[in-house]
Nanobody, 117 residues
């Protein structure tokens, strides 16, 4: 399973770091993604990171502000969010995915990030 933490209320321009702790599976073999879903909108992928943490990609809307990382020894992934904007308000979900003849997916429970003055 994946357990998320670190969401909360922050002012525009502020920072938060989300954590996603894995248990019960070989986390180091899984690609990790961070998604968000704002009210009335579809879930979107904002960041992804390769299984060894060496390769990352980001949505244009967060590029340069968000940083994904992965500590396989601690079985934990992180999303550092800086220069937060009102439009970043959403529920954030972490995902671990691997293809092994079929797609294997684990999802976090979601954590609310609210950016408001």
């Amino acid at each position: 399973q994946l357990v998320e933490s670190g969401g909360g209320l922050v002012q525009p321009g502020g920072s938060l770091r989300l954590s996603c702790a894995a248990s019960g599976f070989a986390f180091s073999n899984f690609v990790m993604g961070w998604y968000r879903q704002a009210p009335g909108k579809e879930r979107e992928l904002v960041a992804s990171i390769s299984s060894n943490g060496g390769v990352t990609s980001y949505a244009d809307s967060v590029k340069g502000r968000f940083t994904a990382s992965k500590d396989n020894a601690k079985k934990t992934g992180y999303l550092a969010m800086n220069s937060l904007e009102l439009e970043d308000t959403a529920v954030y979900y972490c995902n671990a995915r691997r293809y092994d003849g079929r797609w294997i997916d684990y999802w976090g429970q979601g954590t609310q990030v609210t950016v408001s003055s």
